[in-house]
């Protein structure tokens, strides 16, 4: 079976092309193929500058993490950002083991997140 | 003194080393000095692994959890411990807001923590084998069933999700590089004992990837990350994980071994 994971969007007040994602439950490679089809369709809808809170994604693993540096890239090719806070120790781990914590954007506190985008 | 609260010692003589306090009643602050006495008597004796059974209690005060974690205190000064057993959920609730439940370790009953004792001081090992079907929407029960495992045995938050995490990157490494059939299985073997869990993944070989199989298992592959891969860093996650990572590969199946050494 899948792993579960839910998206839930929210407008970013006062910022254009942008969105925060909340991010619910277990990335992996069962359900990256999802995940990926919807952020495309968010870039492919103009909206380019993301925020993703991670208060509530348990697990990522190293696909999951694949996908994540290619929406950074992606986001900054169009103009845009991908900014993450609120990553829990244990995927806050992986994420630095893979050598991505310097790749990614990555913010304690989700204000902050929210209040560096331009 | 509270009349409800009642304290008295049970030693074990099938198990040396164990003794078991039971309290009954109301833990007020009256009660301090009873229970400092009882565990002075455990501190003389020879048994330093105290199991507090508290399914009888139906109150604790601030001042008797903390004469409690003076008593667990000396007990592991002495090279034992002192767990709770039994505690009932109002109990548990306050204990949980006090911070204590991250200081005591807390069964549900005392066969439980006497089970654990055994399984930390007798050294021995435990296996779980089984085979699942070569797809990737099987490994995430089968991750997340070791990481319990794990768990169970009392490995710590941080080593269950790591070896969640070795057991994931394996499997899906090993269905993505074995032959693409879902008919044939996946087989994982786990070795686990209170020190290390040793794992053994096995699948077949396709016989057209064993090459590129072998070059992507060099040693020297995977030291970069590069912005836009998207796949391909599992092994060096399984590689920084691990203690020790092993292949054997040939035309009839790849086994990949891994041994992680507990370390909370």
Known sequence: MESQIELIYEEIRGRENAKLIHFIGDLDATNVETVLEKVINLFNDGVVKLVVDFKQLRYVNSTGLGILLHFSKSAKEKGGCFKIANINENVYEIIEIIGAASLLEIYDDLDEAVAAVD | ?264
């Not at chain 2, 004796?45 to 008593?71: C, H, R, T």
């Not at chain 2, 055994?118 to 490994?139: C, D, I, R, Y």
């Not at chain 2, 396709?206 to 199989?213: H, M, N």
């Open chain 2, 1 to 264: 003194m509270s009349s409800t609260f009642k304290i008295d010692i049970e030693e074990l003589s099938s198990i040396p080393g164990v003794v078991i306090v039971r309290f009954q009643g109301s833990l007020e602050s009256e009660t301090i000095g009873a229970i400092e006495k009882i565990f002075t008597r455990v501190q003389m004796g020879d048994s330093v692994f105290a199991v507090a059974d508290m399914g009888s209690v139906n109150l604790i005060s601030s001042a008797a959890l903390g004469e409690l974690m003076g008593a667990r205190k000396r007990l592991i000064e002495l090279g034992g411990d002192l767990v709770l057993a039994g505690v009932i959920l109002e109990i548990r609730t306050k204990l949980n807001l006090m911070g204590a439940s991250k200081i005591f370790k807390i069964f549900n009953d005392v066969r439980s923590a006497i089970n654990a004792y055994k399984w930390e001081t007798g050294k021995k090992s435990e296996q779980v084998e089984l085979t699942f079907p070569s797809n990737l929407k099987m490994v995430p029960a089968v991750r997340q069933l070791i990481s319990r495992v794990a768990r169970q045995k009392g490995y710590g938050n941080r080593d269950s999700f790591r070896i969640e995490t070795i057991v994931d990157e394996i499997c899906n490494n090993a269905i993505e590089h074995g032959l693409n059939d879902s008919n044939l299985n996946i087989g994982i073997k786990v070795d686990i004992d209170p020190d290390k869990i040793e794992i053994d993944v096995t699948n077949i070989s396709d016989p057209e990837k064993i090459f590129s199989l072998k070059t992507h298992l060099k040693p020297e592959e995977h030291l970069e990350i590069q912005n836009d891969e998207r796949r391909g860093r599992g092994l060096m996650l399984i590689k920084m994980l691990t203690d020790e990572l092993t292949f054997n590969i040939s035309e009839q199946g790849t086994v990949v071994h891994v041994k992680k050494v507990r370390e909370e």
